[in-house]
C-alpha cells in the first residue's frame, strides 16, 4: 500500500511539472493563432468595384464606412454637390470608408483588392541599407531621424496649405499652440500625413512632430 502510493504521488509530481505555465500556453495559442491567420483571404467575392454615395450635411464632417481592405484605391467618379470636392480637403478615405467634409457630396468608386504584404513590402530600396551590397536589408533612416520637430502652419486667407515634413511612420502629431480664433479641429481644419501637416479654414498653430521610426 505504501509503494502504491508512493508511485501515485512521483506521478503527480512528475505531470505538474510537465504542465505548462500560463505564459508558454499563451505562447502557443498566440503560435497556433497566427499560423491559422497567416494565409487568411476574403472570400472570392472581395476583388469587386463597389460605388458609394456618401454626402457633407451641413457642411459637417461624415464617414461613410466601407472596408476598403489592403491594395485598393478610391476615385471620385461623379460630383453631386455645387460645392467643389477635393481629395484631401473635402473628401478623402482610409481603412475604415470614405470621409466628406464642406458641403462635398459625390458618388465615389471603390476598386477594392487584395494585395499580398509579403516579403519584399514595404519602402524600397534606397540611401544606406535596403540597396544591393553588403548592407543589403530593410532601410532605415539616419541617427538623427528620431527627433521631436516644431513646425508653425497657418492656412492664408481660409485657403488649404499643406505644410511639408517627412513625418515617416511610428510617429505622431500634434498641436502645441493655437494662433488663429479659428479652432482648429483635427480632421476638419487640420490634419496630417506622410507628405506633412496640412491646415484650412484659418487655422494657424503651432504643431510638435514626434518623429520615431517604428
Same mark, same amino acid.
Given at each position: 500500500?505504501?509503494?502504491?502510493?508512493?508511485?501515485?504521488?512521483?506521478?503527480?509530481?512528475?505531470?505538474?511539472?510537465?504542465?505548462?505555465?500560463?505564459?508558454?500556453?499563451?505562447?502557443?495559442?498566440?503560435?497556433?493563432?497566427?499560423?491559422?491567420?497567416?494565409?487568411?483571404?476574403?472570400?472570392?467575392?472581395?476583388?469587386?468595384?463597389?460605388?458609394?454615395?456618401?454626402?457633407?450635411?451641413?457642411?459637417?464632417?461624415?464617414?461613410?464606412?466601407?472596408?476598403?481592405?489592403?491594395?485598393?484605391?478610391?476615385?471620385?467618379?461623379?460630383?453631386?454637390?455645387?460645392?467643389?470636392?477635393?481629395?484631401?480637403?473635402?473628401?478623402?478615405?482610409?481603412?475604415?470608408?470614405?470621409?466628406?467634409?464642406?458641403?462635398?457630396?459625390?458618388?465615389?468608386?471603390?476598386?477594392?483588392?487584395?494585395?499580398?504584404?509579403?516579403?519584399?513590402? !514595404? #519602402?524600397?530600396? +534606397? $540611401?544606406?541599407?535596403? =540597396? *544591393? !551590397? #553588403?548592407?543589403? +536589408? $530593410?532601410?532605415?533612416? =539616419? *541617427?538623427?531621424?528620431?527627433?521631436?520637430?516644431?513646425?508653425?502652419?497657418?492656412?492664408?486667407?481660409?485657403?488649404?496649405?499643406?505644410?511639408?515634413?517627412?513625418?515617416?511612420?511610428?510617429?505622431?502629431?500634434?498641436?502645441?499652440?493655437?494662433?488663429?480664433?479659428?479652432?482648429?479641429?483635427?480632421?476638419?481644419?487640420?490634419?496630417?500625413?506622410?507628405?506633412?501637416?496640412?491646415?484650412?479654414?484659418?487655422?494657424?498653430?503651432?504643431?510638435?512632430?514626434?518623429?520615431?521610426?517604428?
Amino acid at each position: 500500500m505504501i509503494k502504491l502510493l508512493g508511485s501515485m504521488a512521483a506521478l503527480v509530481v512528475c505531470a505538474a511539472s510537465a504542465a505548462p505555465s500560463s505564459a508558454q500556453t499563451a505562447d502557443v495559442a498566440r503560435a497556433l493563432g497566427a499560423a491559422q491567420y497567416a494565409d487568411w483571404r476574403p472570400g472570392p467575392d472581395w476583388d469587386r468595384d463597389i460605388d458609394v454615395r456618401c454626402a457633407s450635411e451641413d457642411y459637417h464632417y461624415n464617414l461613410c464606412q466601407v472596408d476598403t481592405g489592403r491594395g485598393s484605391s478610391v476615385s471620385l467618379i461623379r460630383q453631386i454637390s455645387d460645392t467643389r470636392c477635393i481629395e484631401g480637403r473635402t473628401w478623402g478615405w482610409n481603412r475604415g470608408g470614405i470621409w466628406v467634409d464642406g458641403g462635398c457630396e459625390a458618388v465615389f468608386r471603390v476598386q477594392r483588392r487584395w494585395a499580398d504584404a509579403g516579403p519584399g513590402a !514595404g #519602402p524600397g530600396p +534606397g $540611401p544606406g541599407p535596403g =540597396g *544591393p !551590397g #553588403p548592407d543589403a +536589408g $530593410p532601410w532605415r533612416p =539616419g *541617427p538623427d531621424w528620431n527627433r521631436t520637430i516644431v513646425l508653425r502652419c497657418a492656412s492664408e486667407d481660409y485657403g488649404y496649405r499643406l505644410c511639408q515634413v517627412d513625418t515617416g511612420r511610428g510617429s505622431a502629431v500634434r498641436i502645441s499652440r493655437q494662433f488663429s480664433k479659428t479652432r482648429c479641429v483635427e480632421g476638419r481644419t487640420w490634419g496630417w500625413n506622410r507628405a506633412g501637416v496640412w491646415v484650412d479654414r484659418g487655422c494657424d498653430a503651432e504643431f510638435r512632430i514626434d518623429r520615431r521610426w517604428r
